[in-house]
């Protein structure tokens, strides 16, 4: 039996009586071509089994509708969610998303994409997380001259690079703020960080700020000795925690920087016999989907996955569509602190 042929757009245009160049417009979701029309279109391609020749519109258009997602680590939770919001908004909007790795050269210094074919995308996008070392203005600045225009999702000291932020020391306040207003004084901070950051003098870190600030308000003195720095792994993690909390004046609460390293602070608790939150209060932030389902429910700062997701496609379709190139940009996410069971007044 011959196999059916795959419909073409001129079919579909004389079909719906439409331009051919009208037709692929509204496949590709381009700004002058109607919703109604758009959803005639794509109504109408779906039922008849319409599928896009990619290689001819890559020779044809010079794009891929394709984006690179890059990060330095996979395994924290929160970036497997995002790029699951990520992959979805994308869909939506009629692009494919290929997930690179990023790493940085022994030989020049520089951060480079893996596989090398990654170059192939029309726009690329970092999430800020846990690289071997922190990607720097220069890093971001130079894939967006010689891979694709570049968003990075994360903060970033300068208004030179197109970012979408988080104003971690507000959020990092407002957690602090809150564990004091139940009445603790003792609060523990476990910091993971990559193993060149440990090696190094670096300090500066807007949640610890965050943390700071509060308790100065507060009128109370910051405790060096209750910051742990050290590589963001679990195993790391629970052995951090069981640090401060056999200090002889220990923490009644802990601040974790995410809530993947909360889990390994909840291990050392119930080693130790103490319970979470009736001897021990735990926080952390990123509201992972996990941290909603322990036995004790984790008290997080959230962030809309969603929305960063669908800000990231929109923010790249404007710097890659028609050859447009907007303003630089750069947005701030809003955070919430979502109260859970993990956190409560502490024992007299």
């Known amino acids: 039996m011959e196999k059916a042929r795959t419909p073409t757009l001129l079919q579909i245009s004389s079909a ?55 990060m330095g680590s996979y395994t924290n939770p929160f970036f497997q969610e995002v790029t699951f919001a990520l992959l979805h908004e994308a869909r939506e909007a009629g692009l494919s998303v290929l997930l690179l790795g990023i790493s940085r050269s022994e030989e020049t210094g520089r951060l480079e994409v893996f596989p090398a074919h990654g170059a192939v995308v029309d726009g690329l996008v970092l999430l800020e997380g846990w690289y071997e070392k ?17 968003l990075f999702r ?49 300090t500066h870190c807007q949640k610890t700020a965050g943390s700071r600030d509060a308790l100065r308000d507060f009128g109370l003195e910051w405790d060096q000795a209750a910051l ?20 002889d004046s220990r923490p009644t609460a802990l601040i974790c920087h995410t809530d993947y390293l909360a889990l390994g602070a909840m291990r050392a608790a119930r080693e130790l016999g103490l319970r979470v939150p009736e001897d021990l209060s735990i926080a952390g932030f990123n509201d992972i989907e996990l941290g909603a389902y322990l036995p004790t429910a984790l008290t997080t700062v959230s962030q809309d996955k969603r929305a960063i997701a669908r800000e990231i496609i929109d923010r790249i379709k404007s710097r890659t569509e028609d050859g447009r190139r907007t303003e630089r940009f750069i947005s701030k996410v809003l955070h919430e602190l979502v109260i859970r069971e993990s956190c409560a007044p502490p024992t007299p």
């Open 154 to 202: 994360g903060n970033m000291a300068s208004d030179e690079v197109d970012q979408i932020a988080v104003d971690w020391r507000g959020a990092a306040y407002d957690l602090t703020r809150y564990l004091l207003m139940l009445g603790h004084r003792r609060i523990g901070i476990l910091r993971g960080i990559s193993e060149l950051e440990l090696a190094s003098d670096e």
């Open 16 to 70: 719906l009586g439409l331009s051919k160049t009208a037709v692929s417009r509204a496949l590709r979701d381009m700004p002058d071509i109607s919703a109604d029309t758009k959803k005639i279109v794509r109504e109408y391609a779906a039922r008849v089994g319409y599928r896009p020749n990619h290689a001819a519109r890559v020779l044809v258009t010079s794009r891929t509708r394709t984006i690179g997602l890059g």
């Open 134 to 150: 922190r990607p720097t203005v220069e890093d971001v600045l130079y894939f967006d001259r010689t891979v694709a225009p570049t």
């Open 228 to 247: 742990r720095r050290f590589p963001s792994r679990l195993g790391s993690a629970k052995k951090a925690a069981l640090e401060l909390l056999l200090r």
